[in-house]
């Protein structure tokens, strides 16, 4: 499992997930994939926050494993 959190006091405009696998990216706050095959991934999720017409993303990445 990968989560983030934000508690900051901006407005969370998305969150962008990439999987690692070559599957396209999926947009939402709570989302699942599952894999094809065992073995190493690095997930990363985009998370874009906005005050007034200002946009900051931070993109934090971890390494999944697959049984």
Known sequence: N??????GTKT???VKW???DGSPSVE???VSH???????????????VQ???ETCTSS???SVTVN
Request: charge should be positive; glycine fraction near 12%.
């Open 2 to 7: 990968f989560s983030v959190e934000y508690t």
């Open 60 to 62: 934090p990445v971890k």
């Open 34 to 48: 599952t894999y094809s095959a065992a073995g190493s991934y690095s997930v990363k999720a985009d998370i874009t």
């Open 51 to 53: 005050e007034g017409k």
């Open 12 to 14: 969370l405009k998305s």
């Open 28 to 30: 939402g706050q709570s």
């Open 18 to 20: 990439t999987f690692g």
